[in-house]
């Protein structure tokens, strides 16, 4: 097998399957009676934290590929993207479904009025509410990174523009730690965690680039 | 005065005992989900709640009017709490409470009265009836469960207390010491907890002392030996473990008003019609339940009984 075929039949789907087992878990643990007693709290919680790691994995990609010179980890990035805004949906879907459309006097059935209805206890709730704002966002930010996540798209957007469009990631990771820190009650332990996690993936970049900015400056310098 | 037995609780919303009893099995065998976390830091995946056995059966408990007729389990009574002294998390308590020293127990009365002194835990009991209350119990977080507690009317208490008439506030102090509660050497809250209550509230018969679970012992992370139970109000008015009850003139800063003055207020009387900033308080989950669809009730449901206490007030701005 060449290195290549190990990545497509090997690699990547080991890291699909391990990838899925968080959501895999959520599934049989709520099957089985295994949630805590805030069972929503448990599913809220995980699917969100769990958005939060993806991104910061995602972020990791590039680092980590300029650190170690190992140019394949970055054909690992877009399933680890997309994992991210898999689980921030999930966890967008939650709160959508178990909060907003819950709380609802709903008629029997779904009907039109209700998507109508949604929107008019969903949307109050995402302005008012600065941690849910943050929190959506982020989710938005994903959104077209993931509609643009295929080969035809990057083609078809041009490899400059799509990249750009692609650093919408960092607003995403910051939201997404901002709405984490602005959910707790009082112990900001964990939000601290990922907002340097995050805050060092960014930097990484900002020094790179710094860096690759002043390198031809130095290479004549050196020559 | 009588509370109707609430048929708002339907018998298939209490809380299957099945649920809770084997996820430790489970999580051990979810090792490369561990792995993974450790890899970001033990985080927010539900760790295995541990539901405290079954303590000493109290004797000579009484039914009361007060009760209203369904319940949460036991197992999710003592394996979700909120009780930060032992750790932030909700299953932390069940875990680390365990190193609490509930024998022998005092509980200093200051302030403004003429009996002040320090009680055993013994003195405060002795002569009281106690008595099953079943209420209904809502966090601020919006869940809420249905809670058999059993206790005594604070008020009986507080008479032999003999509080002065500038005695308007009781402030009730928590146990703060971190060599037995590990969540007291962070500065997570400032310690020890403090909570307060009006006169009249404090003298309300719906107003308990609580020392008892489904007629057992209270467990230590529920806030034994001695707790409070206001049940028209929200959960942290609820001070666990108390060591201190001073009567004041002046209304008492509770802990949870000094860590966030916009979102947690002295009164915390459940409201629907008053969202805390972050949450429509609305409608709450009835736990075990997944969905926010309770419609929550004006004071809790014990509107009848206590609405008197805040006529005239405006509710909006005392939260």
Not at chain 2, 209 to 224: D, E, R
Not at chain 2, 248 to 264: A, I, S
Request: with cysteine.
């Amino acid at each position: 097998m060449t290195s290549n075929q190990t990545v497509r039949w090997v690699a990547k789907p080991a890291l699909f399957l391990g990838s899925l087992a968080p959501a895999a878990w959520l599934v049989v643990a709520a099957l089985t009676e295994q949630l805590s007693p805030d069972p929503l709290a448990d599913i809220t919680n995980e699917t969100g934290v769990w958005t939060l790691r993806f991104l910061c994995i995602t972020l990791a990609m590039t680092p980590l590929r300029r650190m170690t010179g190992w140019n394949g980890v970055i054909r690992f990035r877009r399933m680890l993207g997309l994992f991210a805004f898999f689980y921030g949906s999930l966890h967008l879907l939650t709160y959508l479904v178990a909060d907003r459309l819950a709380s609802l006097d709903l008629p029997a059935g779904i009907a039109w009025q209700t998507v109508g209805a949604l929107a008019n206890a969903t949307l109050p709730d995402v302005l008012k509410r600065p941690f849910i704002t943050v929190g959506f966002a982020s989710w938005l930010c994903m959104l077209p990174l993931a509609l643009t996540s295929t080969a035809g798209m990057i083609r078809r957007l041009g490899g400059r523009r799509w990249q750009l469009l692609h650093r919408l990631t960092y607003v995403a990771a910051a939201a997404a730690v901002l709405h984490y820190w602005w959910l707790v009650k009082a112990d900001v332990r964990r939000p601290e965690t990922y907002a340097l996690v995050v805050g060092l993936l960014l930097i990484f970049r900002a020094w790179w680039w710094g860096r690759s900015a002043r390198a031809p400056v130095t290479r004549r310098v050196a020559a | 005065m009588l509370i109707k037995s609430s048929a708002s609780i339907p018998s298939s919303e209490i809380t299957d005992k099945r649920l809770y009893m084997d996820r430790r099995t489970f999580m051990r065998s979810a090792t490369a989900l561990a792995t993974a976390r450790a890899m970001l830091g033990a985080d927010a995946l539900v760790q295995a709640a541990q539901p405290a056995s079954h303590g000493k059966k109290l004797e000579n408990v009484r039914a009361s009017g007060y009760s209203t007729d369904e319940r949460t389990t036991w197992e999710q009574i003592t394996s979700y709490n909120n009780y930060y002294e032992f750790g932030a998390d909700k299953e932390q308590p069940a875990r680390l409470a365990r190193t609490l020293v509930t024998e022998p127990w005092t509980v200093a009365v200051e302030g403004e009265c003429n009996k002040p002194a320090v009680y055993h835990l013994e003195d405060v009991l002795k002569g009281r009836t106690l008595e099953d209350r079943v209420y209904r119990h809502r966090c601020v977080e919006a869940w809420s469960m249905v809670i058999p507690w059993v206790g005594f009317p604070l008020a009986d208490f507080i008479k032999k207390c003999e509080p002065t008439s500038r005695a308007r506030f009781v402030e009730f102090t928590s146990l703060s010491d971190p060599k037995q509660m590990l969540g007291t050497r962070v500065p997570v809250l400032p310690w020890p907890y403090v909570e307060g209550l009006r006169m009249d509230e404090a003298m309300h018969p719906l107003t308990i002392l609580v020392v008892g679970l489904y007629g057992k012992v209270l467990p230590n992370q529920n806030g034994a030996p001695l707790r409070l139970a206001v049940p028209w109000k929200y959960g942290f008015k609820h001070a666990k473990s108390i060591v201190k009850i001073r009567f004041v003139e002046q209304q008492p800063l509770n802990t949870w008003r000094r860590q966030g003055p916009q979102e947690y207020g002295f009164y915390a009387n459940v409201n629907p019609t008053v969202d805390h900033p972050r949450w429509s308080q609305a409608t709450e989950r009835r736990l075990p339940g997944i969905f926010k669809n309770r419609k929550t009730l004006l004071f809790n449901g014990y509107a009848d009984q206590v609405a008197s206490l805040y006529s005239g007030m405006d509710l909006r701005k005392n939260f």
